[in-house]
């Protein structure tokens, strides 16, 4: 579980097939001194596990499923990637619950700056639509973010000069494709509203964990 608060970033140093899955190796100049092998980790908001580490680089396995799903496909040598370690027990909740498990990918309509704030207008897959409210929580590259307006399949998310300084969106342009996880409760209503009761009751979401 993680909360949508990026802590640093890293730079990909290799990225490409190794055997049945996909290996990723990322540098980063701050990597926890009790980083251990099996730890998760979220790397642009999709949930990996550590398989190796050291003083400045950590690798990662990633399978096929998750390179479908995601942008991790698209990654090459010199790219910014966000990085959240998991939620600990006692931990600040700062953001949302995360899971870490990307549902699809977005493709940013427009970035407009004005003043000291700056908004981005990303374009879903329409069948998403039911699990997104205006005024709602959302991740996009693993970024805990609000959603500012909604229309149609485009939604719109503001962002401080804080979190361009130091997550990727600072580097991102008109045309790339993000990782989108939609809030974890929306997920639960939806489902039961598909579902023949159609009802979302208290004890269900405490049953959850919620």
């Known amino acids: 579980m993680f909360t949508g608060i990026i802590s640093q970033t890293g730079i ?11 290996r990723l190796e990322v540098e980063s100049s701050n990597i926890p001194k009790d980083a ?5 980790v979220a790397v642009n908001g999709a949930c990996l596990t550590l398989i190796g580490t050291n003083p400045e680089s950590m690798a990662f396995d990633v399978m096929e499923e998750t390179v479908r799903r995601s942008t991790l496909s698209e990654l090459k040598t010199g790219d910014t990637v966000n990085l959240e ?8 909740i700062g953001g949302h619950f995360v899971q870490g498990h990307v549902d699809c990918t977005g493709r940013i309509a427009g ?9 981005i207008e990303i374009e879903f ?6 699990l997104i409210v205006e005024k709602g929580s959302i991740a996009l590259d693993g970024i805990s973010l609000t959603i500012g307006a909604l229309q149609n399949n485009r ?11 130091i997550t ?17 409760l929306g997920k639960y209503a ?5 579902s023949k009761d159609g009802k979302l009751t208290e004890k269900f979401l405490r049953e959850k964990g919620f």
């Open 85 to 92: 370690w998991s939620l600990k027990a006692g931990g600040t």
């Open 12 to 22: 990909v140093k290799r990225f490409g097939k190794t055997g049945p899955a996909y």
């Open 125 to 130: 897959p329409p069948e998403f639509e039911r």
């Open 168 to 184: 990727s969106l600072g580097s991102k342009r008109a045309g790339d494709n993000v990782n989108l996880e939609f809030d974890i």
């Open 155 to 165: 939604f719109k998310v503001y962002i401080i000069p804080h979190t361009l300084k």
């Open 111 to 119: 970035i407009k700056k004005s003043g000291g704030e700056s908004s």
């Open 190 to 194: 939806a489902r039961f509203h598909e």
């Open 36 to 40: 251990a092998v099996g730890d998760s």
